[in-house]
């Protein structure tokens, strides 16, 4: 039976995590496409054909300049009003680790005031100075208005950039993303599952260890780490132990942030 949900991932120019992430939307119970960019670009194909839009993980153009500004610079001049209108439509998206990076540098987080076009945060190079390839435990803020991550406690996920380090451009940004709950997850200590800006659980010296954050609407959500990368529990590195035990979970913790997007897709958009 055909999905009802459909989901467009944008794909081209470097990006690479096309096929997870198709994977988890179908999973979900959406119908995932792949659209490269410059189908988009050229209007042969349209934003208005999908209910969820997501900017996945790679290297979009090389990260040259910073990861993530050339393809938000060529959306920003070819697709403004589409991603625009997506986001006024009331659809979602979702940007994952250069997808988050795109994101930021385009404007569309944290999306304040309804000001979907002006960059007031960033991702810049991790504190360490290193490509950073590991697993991360998040803490999931039960208060935000998050659409993707609602009823998740906490997830276990991987990283894999040089450029994860979350900063705003103005501290009063940082104040109002804390006040208005738009924090969605955080760097975790996975002994006590608090929040911690210590390597290397905080794996890029993000401020206030923040991981992912979405909007005011909890529509349009970018996160860091990869949850696209944890779909099946054989994912995780201690899954083997976790079977031995007995206490290996059924699917893994990064599906359930594909489940809640395409629930509330169903019940809002169709």
């Known amino acids: 039976m055909a999905s009802d949900v459909r989901a467009l991932i944008i794909t081209g120019f470097g990006l690479n995590c096309e096929a997870e992430t198709a994977h988890a939307f179908r999973l979900a119970g959406a119908a995932p496409e792949r659209v490269h960019l410059n189908d988009l670009l050229d209007g042969h194909r349209s934003l208005d ?21 050339v393809l938000a610079n060529r959306l920003k001049h070819r697709l403004a009003e589409p991603i625009q209108r ?13 997808g988050f ?28 100075g290193t490509y950073r390839d590991a697993w991360v435990r ?27 380090k979350f900063l705003t451009l103005d501290d009063k940004v940082l104040e109002r993303l804390e ?17 911690t800006v210590r ?45 031995l035990a007995g206490a290996a979970p059924a699917e893994g913790e990064g599906l359930a942030v594909f489940r809640n997007a395409i629930a509330f897709a169903r019940g809002h958009l169709l």
């Not at 006040?179 to 929040?195: H, M, Q």
């Open 49 to 69: 054909e999908f209910h969820v839009l997501a900017f996945i993980g790679g290297f979009s153009f090389g990260d040259h300049i910073a990861s993530g500004r």
């Open 86 to 98: 997506f986001i006024a439509d009331g659809k979602l998206i979702i940007g994952i680790c250069n």
């Open 101 to 128: 990076q795109t994101m930021a540098k385009l404007g569309i987080l944290p999306g304040l005031d309804g000001d979907y076009r002006r960059q007031t945060v960033t991702l810049t190079h991790n504190d360490c």
């Open 138 to 164: 998040l803490r999931v803020e039960p208060d935000s208005p998050c659409v993707f991550t609602r009823d998740i406690e906490q997830l276990d996920l991987p990283v894999r950039h040089g450029e994860g």
């Open 179 to 195: 006040r208005e709950r738009l924090v969605a997850c955080r760097y975790a200590d996975p002994a006590t599952g608090e929040p």
């Open 199 to 243: 390597f290397p659980h905080n794996p890029n010296g993000s401020v206030a260890a923040i991981a992912g954050i979405c909007d005011p609407t909890g529509r349009v959500f970018g996160l860091m780490p990869h949850p696209e990368a944890h779909l099946f529990p054989w994912n995780h590195p201690h899954y083997a132990r976790r079977a």
